[in-house]
C-alpha cells in the first residue's frame, strides 16, 4: 500500500513524500533505514474510478489560492524554510491538481529557481498580481510579509465576491424555476388542454390563439432555438474576448441602467485595492500600476491606469491623471489619492477608498436584492397567469354557452 509520510532529517529538515510498504510498521523501518524521523504516516486514500477527479475537468477554485496563501505566510513568519512549507502546504490540500501544482514549485524551489520564477510557470493559478508580489518579498527579503500582504488582499476580495454571488443566488433560482415552470406547461400541460379545446369545436379567442401559437413554435422549433442562442452567446463571447470588444463591452458595463454604478463600484474597490496592496508589498509606483491594470478586467479603467503609469514616468501625479477622467474616477478618489501622494502614505489613502467602496457595494447589493426579489415574483406570477388565463378562458365560455 501507499503511504504519505512526513519526517525529519538528522539536520532538523522536513521531508514530505509517498512511500511504498506492506504496513505502516514496515514504512517506518524503511524511513529509518534512510535516516529519517517519521513525524506523520498515514495510508494514501485510493479513491474509485467514478469518485477520481478528471484533470482536464477539475479546476482550483479561489478558496484553495486564498488558503495556500494564507497558510505559507504562516509558516513562513514561524521559520520553517521555504520548500518545507510548501510541502507541508501541500500535505493538507485536498485537491489533487493544487496539490501536484505546490509539490512541482517546491521541487523547482530546492533546485535553485525563484520562488516567483516557479510561480509564474502556472498562469492559470498564480495572477501577474500574486507573481510580482512574491518577487517584490524576495528582493526586498520580507517574502513572509509581502505573503501576509497577499493573503489579505486575496481574502478581502474573495469576500467581496462571495458576498456579490450569495446575493444573487435567490434571484437566479426564481428565474431557473420559472423556466421550468413555462417549459413544464409548454411541452407537457397545453398539449392536452389544447386537444381538448379544439375537440369542442368553439371559436377560441385571439388572446388563447396567440399563446398556442407561440407554444406550438417553441415545441416545434426548440432545437433551432437552442442553437441559435448557444451559437448567439459564443459569438458574443469570441467577440468580446476582441480589443475593440473588450472596448465595447465596458462601455456596456459601466453604462448598464441600475447595474451599471454597482459594476463602477466594484472595479473602483479592485484597482484601489490591488494598488495598495502592490505598494505595500515594496513595488515601486510604476510597476504597481502596470500590474494594476493587467488584472483589473474593465478597458475603460485599464487605459486610465495605464495613462497614470505613463504621466507617473514624467513626473506627473497619479491624481492629476484620475482627475482627467471624471466620468470613471469620483472626486472623492481624486482627492484622497492627491493627500496619499502629498503624504507619502498613498497605500493608506488607497486602502481607504477600497473599504469605503466594499461597503457600498454591500449596501448596493442588499438594496439591489430587495428591489429584484418582488420584480422577479411579480413577473413570474404574471407570466403563470397568462399561461393560465390563456387555458381557462375558452373553457370558461363554452361552459357558460352550455349552461344557455
Known sequence: MKLKYQARTKDGLVQIGVI??????????????????????????????????ISIFSRIKKREIVLFTRQLSLMLKSGVGLVESLRAVALQTENDKFRRIILDVAEDVEGGTYFSEALAKFPRVFSNLFVNMVKSGEASGKLSESLTYLAEHLE????????????????????????????????????????????????????????????????????????????????LIYYFKTKEGKDVLAKILLRMPIFGNLIKKIYLSRLTENLASLIKAGLPITQALEIAGGVIGNKKYEDIIFDAKEAVRKGESISSVFERYPQSIPNMVVQLVRVGEKTGRLDEALTKVANFYQGEIDRTVSSLTRLIEPILLLFAGGLVVILMLSVFIPIYSTIGNFAI
Not at 523501518?29 to 504516516?41: D, I, N, P, R, W
Not at 498515514?42 to 469518485?51: L, M
Open 20 to 53: 511504498e510498504a506492506p504496513s505502516k510498521n514496515r514504512a517506518v523501518a524503511l524511513l529509518q533505514e534512510k535516516g529519517l524521523y517519521v513525524t506523520y504516516l498515514e495510508e494514501e486514500s485510493q479513491k474509485p474510478f467514478y469518485a477520481r477527479e
Open 156 to 235: 478581502r476580495e474573495y469576500a467581496l465576491m462571495g458576498k456579490i454571488k450569495s446575493s444573487l443566488t435567490y434571484p437566479t433560482f426564481v428565474i431557473f424555476l420559472l423556466l421550468c415552470i413555462v417549459l413544464l406547461m409548454i411541452f407537457f400541460i397545453f398539449p392536452t388542454f389544447i386537444e381538448s379545446l379544439q375537440s369542442l369545436n368553439v371559436e377560441l379567442p385571439w388572446f388563447t390563439k396567440a399563446v398556442i401559437s407561440v407554444a406550438s413554435f417553441l415545441r416545434k422549433w426548440w432545437w433551432l432555438i437552442l442553437i441559435l442562442l448557444l451559437s448567439s452567446v459564443g459569438i
